[in-house]
């Protein structure tokens, strides 16, 4: 029967417009689904093991698993990297990643002769394949690593740190509306539409969202009316904002917002010069946004108005606030609204 299962790969392949990409995991997932929904239709068994090209066994025991587990439960499942016997011993790989921060100028030769000092024999290629797989192969990993250490224990932040991606300086907040970050991103220059930003509010404490979509330079005017919206939205969700930390961008610095901030009761808090690795929980927000919203968007969709931008980013927020969760250390594997409704 197999050229049952290329119909099922041509069939599945029609029916999946748009794929980017079809993985073999996907390919035999879709496969068994699509062999429990023939046999519910049809109600002979027999038939579709013909059709799918698999034993009654096989039949029964994907039905079975789907019924107990559900049909998650359908995907193939991961194969453990086999422990082969000639493989670096964990504590030797340990000793290499302390010495790759320790002493994060050196190359692989030198880290092999580090080790040979210490009885421990490793090949210069070994150590350069073991860096690589801890996102330590370059130089200047390992310099952004080492960096990263020293904020964490000494709170020293030096200009390698600045320039890493990665890490970022996360503030901490008691409760919702206690600190709410806000930073400006420039969307692009559209055509029809012109240059477009995007003004972002992210609770510090719920990673709950905000955003507004504005046309041209933002400036004073436009940050004290996003200030103003912020207000009515955190207001609504029962936690008035009592503070909020900015970079120093001329609308966060300018005098009118600063008095708009003080009107409403609201502390700021100021982050130091070129350092927006301590606003971001926004700009990692924003980085997300981009990548699963913006980026999609632009490739389906075309834009004519800031009204089509809005309602937009507003869908995907409703996605991002209450059903997506947030793989993070801090969130871990929370949604934002699973946060705001906490006593």
Not at 283 to 305: G, I, V, Y
Not at 319 to 333: A, D, E
Request: one cysteine or more.
């Amino acid at each position: 029967m197999r050229w049952a299962r290329w119909w099922n790969l041509w069939f599945f392949l029609q029916t999946h417009e748009g794929t980017t990409t079809v993985t073999s995991e996907e390919i035999v997932y879709h496969q068994r689904v699509r062999m429990l929904d023939h046999a519910r239709v049809s109600q002979n068994v027999s038939e579709t093991c013909r059709v799918f090209g698999v034993s009654r066994k096989t039949f029964y025991k994907w039905r079975n698993i789907a019924a107990i587990y559900g049909l998650a439960a359908l995907w193939p499942k991961a194969k453990r990297s086999p422990a082969m016997p000639n493989a670096t011993p964990t504590h030797v790989i340990e000793l290499l990643l302390t010495l790759a921060v320790i002493e994060p100028t050196l190359g692989c030769r030198q880290y092999a002769d580090r080790l040979a000092d210490r009885g421990l024999q490793i090949s210069k290629s070994t150590v350069q394949n073991h860096l690589v797989a801890h996102q330590l192969g370059k130089r200047h990993q390992r310099l952004g690593r080492a960096a990263a250490i020293a904020v964490m224990t000494t709170g020293t932040i030096t200009d390698i740190e600045r320039e890493s991606e990665p890490f970022g300086f996360c503030h901490w907040a008691p409760e919702p509306g206690a600190l709410v970050s806000v930073d400006s991103f420039y969307i692009g220059n559209l055509k029809g539409v012109g240059k477009v930003y995007q003004l972002t509010a992210v609770d510090t404490f719920t990673r709950w969202a905000m955003v507004w979509i504005v046309a041209g330079t933002v400036n004073a005017d436009l940050s004290v009316q996003f200030l103003a919206r912020m207000h009515r939205v955190w207001t609504r969700l029962g936690y008035p904002i009592r503070a909020v930390v900015a970079d120093n961008g001329p609308e966060y610095k300018a005098s009118r917002f600063c008095e708009a901030l003080a009107a409403k009761d609201i502390e700021r808090i100021w982050i130091p010069p070129r350092s927006p690795n301590h606003n971001a929980i926004v700009e990692r927000f924003q980085q997300t946004m981009l990548n699963e919203c913006w980026r999609p968007a632009f490739h389906r969709l075309r834009f004519n108005s800031i009204r089509q931008l809005q309602a937009e980013a507003d869908a995907w927020l409703i996605t991002y606030n209450t059903r997506r969760r947030n793989h993070g250390n801090y969130m871990n594997n929370r949604r934002p609204i699973d946060l705001l409704q906490l006593p």
